[in-house]
């Protein structure tokens, strides 16, 4: 499932000076980015396009083992996958669904989805691994406000 806003939030990328005194002086342009305002939609947004790419395959978050999100601000994630398990009536979201590297390698940008899942299939990861026959969501949102969530099922072997 993808969801872009991309027009309707374009105001929160621009281009401005440094706010370092020494660094504006020269007036060389920095992409500046409203991080509050990018945080919140990914708070009311993200949740919201992973259900719908649930409900489109009849599923639910308990028939979900494992949900892979986009690794660039831990406490966004975990705010993430709560507010996907309040849409199903939970007040919380069971403990070690949701992997995390950002402790330890950071915002990799479009990598961190796949290393993160990587890393959970080579057991790298612990506690989490996933199996034959699982089904995981992977879910990313961007700067240019643009949303994707992919439901997975795990080959049976």
């Known amino acids: 499932n993808s969801r872009s806003d991309a027009l309707q939030y374009a ?20 992409l500046k980015m409203n991080g509050r305002r990018l945080y919140m939609y990914a708070l009311e947004n993200v949740p919201k396009t992973i259900k719908a790419g649930l409900d489109k395959l009849n599923l639910t978050v308990d028939d979900i083992k494992k949900v892979l999100i986009h690794q660039a601000n831990g406490k966004m994630d975990d705010a993430i996958l709560k507010r996907l398990y309040n849409l199903y009536g939970y007040d919380e979201a069971p403990d070690n669904v949701m992997p995390m590297t950002i402790s330890w390698l950071g915002n990799s940008s479009v990598a961190t989805l796949p290393t993160l899942f990587d890393l959970v299939l080579r057991e790298e990861v612990t506690p989490h691994q996933i199996d034959a026959g699982d089904t995981i969501v992977f879910a990313s949102v961007g700067a240019g406000m643009n949303i994707n969530s992919i439901i997975y099922k795990m080959p049976e072997q």
């Open 11 to 30: 105001q929160m990328l621009q281009m401005g000076v440094s706010f370092k005194p020494e660094e504006a002086a020269n007036n060389n342009l920095y």
